[in-house]
C-alpha cells in the first residue's frame, strides 16, 4: 500500500495574491467607511429627533396656554374631572396625539391630566421655572414614564401667572421613529458597500492585470533581482517614462555618461544637453546599434518601447573596440607597407649583388647612400621640427605609409611642436585621424599630396591637415563631423563616423575647435586648434660655476 500523503495543514492569513490583498483590503475599507458613516448619522439623528420632540411639546404647550379663558377658568373654578379646564386639555391632547397634557395653578396642584384620579394633586416634578415665567424643554421622568417635556408659563390678560402648562411626547414614540428610520439607512449603507465592493473589484482586476496576477512577495523579489541586475551589468541601461523624463538610470550608464542621479526626473536634452546622445535616448534618432560619442567615449545605443508608453535604452561602451579598429587600420597598412618594401628591398639587393658582381663599387656605395638617405631625410626632417616622440614617429609611420600608397606626405616647413604637450595621446589621435582621412581622399589620384602643419603659439597648438582631394562639399562642412556619418563603406571590424566626431570633441574639450575648408589648389583643409595644448616651459637649467678640474696632458692630447 502507498504511504498516506500528510494532511494539509490550514494554512491562516491574508492570501498571496495581490488581486487578492487589493480587493480584500478596499471591502474592508468599504465597509469599515459604511458602517462610520452610519453610525455618525445615526448618533446626531438621535439628538435631532429628541430636539424635535421637545419642540412640538413646547408649541402644543405655547397653543394651550394662549387659549382663551383658561387662565381665568383656572383661577375662578376649583379642580375637577369635569371642569372646563380638563375638556379643554384632554380635547386638545387627542387632537395633537401628545401623551399627556397637564395644567396647573400657580402652586403646583393640577387642573388636568389623563388620569382623572391625579386631578388635584401636586404635579410630580418641578414647574419652578415654568411658574417663574420661563419656558422649558427637557427630557425627564413622571408618573407617566420618560417623556419629551415642555413647559410654559399661563397668564392672565394682565400677564400675572396664574399658573403653568406641561405637555409631555412620549419618548417611546421618538425611539420607535429612530427605530423605524434605521432599515432605511442600513439600506442606503448596503447600497453604499455594494457599490464599493463592485468599484473594489473592478480596481482589483486593473491591478492583477497590470501585475500579471504576481503576489508581493513575488513583486519584491523581482525588484531586487532587478535592482542587483540593473547595478550589476556592465552595460549601460536609461529608461524613461510616457513623458520622456529619465526615471532610472544604472552605475554602468552614468559612468558612460558622465552623470550621477541628479539625471533622474530630467528629459535627455536637460541631463545631456543638445546632441545625438540626447536625441537617440529620446527616440529622435531610430535604429538599431545606433553609435553615439559622449565625451571620449565611443557608445552604441539601442532604444526598446515599453508597453506603458516609455523606453528603456542600452548603452554599450565601443571605445577601446572602436581604438583597436582603427590601430588594426593602421596595422593593415603597415603591412602593406612592409610588404611593399619587403619586395622593394629584395629587388634593391639583386641590384647591389648585381653592382657588387661587377665590380663597380664605387657605384655600390652611391646606390646605397642613395636609398640611406631618403629614409634618413624623411625621419631627420619630421624629428627636426617635431620634438614630442609619439608625434614624430607617427608621422614617419604614416610617411612610409604614404610613400607605398602613392601618396605624398609633405611636413610643412612651418611645422614647430616643442616637447611640452599637456595630452599627447589626444593629439596623436587627431593626428592620426585626419593624415588617415587625407591618404583615404587622395589614394589613387595623380599627384597625390597631403601636407600636415603644426606649430604653436603660446600654449595653444594648431594643426592643419591639407590634401589634393575632390575636397568637401559646403553642404557637407558640419555634417562630417556628426557621429555616424560617412560617406565610405564600413569595414567589416567597426564603424564609420567615429574619427571626426571624436577629433571635434576632443578640440571642444580643451576649449578649442575643429573646421574643414577648402585648400588653395582644391581638396580639403582641416584646422584644429588647441588652446593651452602646451604645459609652461619649464625653468632654464642653471650653470654650474664650479671650475673644472685641469685636464693631464693625456687627456689634452685625446
Known amino acids: 500500500m502507498s504511504p498516506t500523503p500528510p494532511a494539509r495543514r490550514l494554512r491562516l492569513g491574508l492570501p498571496r495574491r495581490v488581486f487578492s490583498q487589493v480587493l480584500l483590503m478596499q471591502v474592508a475599507i468599504a465597509a469599515g467607511v459604511a458602517v462610520l458613516a452610519t453610525g455618525l448619522f445615526l448618533a446626531p439623528l438621535s439628538n435631532q429627533l429628541d430636539d424635535q420632540a421637545m419642540r412640538r411639546a413646547l408649541a402644543i404647550a405655547q397653543t394651550t396656554a394662549q387659549q382663551p379663558g383658561l387662565a381665568a377658568e383656572v383661577r375662578d373654578t376649583p379642580p375637577s374631572p369635569n ?15 401628545a401623551e399627556y397634557v397637564v395644567v396647573m395653578d400657580w402652586r403646583g396642584v393640577r387642573w388636568s391630566h ?14 419652578g421655572q415654568a411658574l417663574a415665567g420661563r419656558e422649558v424643554m427637557e427630557i425627564d421622568s413622571g408618573t407617566l414614564g420618560r417623556s419629551a417635556r415642555g413647559k410654559v408659563p399661563l397668564r392672565d390678560s394682565d400677564g400675572t401667572v396664574v399658573g403653568a402648562v406641561s405637555v409631555g411626547i412620549a419618548y417611546d414614540s421618538v425611539r420607535a421613529r ?26 482589483s482586476r486593473r491591478v492583477q492585470r497590470q501585475t500579471r496576477d504576481l503576489a508581493f512577495s513575488d513583486i519584491a523579489a523581482l525588484l531586487s533581482e532587478r535592482e542587483a541586475m540593473l547595478h550589476g551589468i556592465r552595460e549601460g541601461v536609461v529608461a524613461l517614462d510616457r513623458t520622456g523624463r529619465i526615471r532610472l538610470v544604472n552605475d554602468e550608464a552614468q559612468r558612460l555618461l558622465g552623470l550621477g542621479e541628479t539625471m533622474v526626473g530630467r528629459t535627455p536634452d536637460e541631463a545631456l544637453g543638445a546632441g545625438r546622445t540626447a536625441d537617440v535616448l529620446a527616440g529622435r534618432v531610430t535604429g538599431t546599434d545606433l553609435l553615439t560619442v559622449r565625451g571620449q567615449r565611443v557608445l552604441v545605443a539601442n532604444r526598446m518601447p515599453t508597453d506603458d508608453g516609455g523606453a528603456v535604452a542600452t548603452l554599450r561602451d565601443r571605445t577601446e573596440l572602436e581604438q583597436l579598429g582603427r590601430e588594426l587600420d593602421s596595422t593593415h597598412g603597415l603591412i602593406d607597407a612592409l610588404r611593399a618594401q619587403d619586395h622593394e628591398h629584395a629587388n634593391r639587393m639583386h641590384t647591389l649583388l648585381g653592382l657588387l658582381e661587377l ?121 562630417i563631423f556628426t557621429t555616424g556619418w560617412s560617406t565610405k563603406k564600413p569595414p567589416a571590424h567597426r564603424e564609420r563616423g567615429i574619427g571626426l566626431s571624436l577629433v571635434r570633441r576632443l578640440a571642444e ?50
Open 359 to 479: 665590380e663597380m663599387y664605387d657605384d655600390a656605395v652611391e646606390f646605397v647612400g642613395e636609398v640611406v638617405g631618403d629614409h634618413r631625410a624623411t625621419a631627420e626632417q619630421v624629428t627636426e621640427r617635431i620634438e614630442d616622440p609619439l608625434i614624430a614617429a607617427l608621422l614617419v609611420g604614416k610617411a612610409t605609409v604614404a610613400a607605398e600608397r602613392g601618396v605624398a606626405l609633405w611636413v610643412s616647413d612651418r611645422t614647430r611642436l616643442p616637447d611640452r604637450l599637456v595630452d599627447p595621446q589626444g593629439l596623436v589621435t587627431v593626428v592620426g585621424n585626419l593624415v588617415d582621412n587625407a591618404l583615404d581622399a587622395v589614394a589613387g589620384k595623380p599627384h597625390a599630396r597631403v601636407e600636415v602643419e603644426l606649430r604653436t603659439e603660446g600654449r595653444t597648438a594648431m594643426l592643419r591637415v591639407c590634401d589634393t582631394g575632390p575636397g568637401i562639399p559646403p553642404e557637407h562642412r558640419e555634417l
Open 509 to 558: 574639450r580643451q576649449g578649442g575647435s575643429a573646421t574643414v575648408g577648402e585648400a588653395h589648389g582644391g581638396g580639403a583643409e582641416f584646422t584644429v586648434v588647441l588652446p593651452e595644448a602646451l604645459a609652461e616651459p619649464g625653468p632654464e637649467p642653471a650653470v654650474s660655476t664650479v671650475p673644472s678640474a685641469p685636464q693631464t696632458a693625456e687627456e689634452e692630447s685625446r
Open 114 to 127: 389623563t388620569d382623572p384620579k391625579q386631578i388635584g394633586g401636586i404635579v410630580s416634578t418641578d414647574p
Open 83 to 97: 371642569g372646563p379646564v380638563q375638556k379643554e386639555a384632554e380635547r386638545i391632547r387627542k387632537v395633537t396625539k
Open 178 to 203: 429612530l427605530i423605524h428610520a434605521i432599515p432605511g439607512l442600513l439600506a442606503y449603507a448596503g447600497g453604499a458597500l455594494a457599490v464599493g465592493a463592485l468599484a473594489a473589484w473592478v480596481t
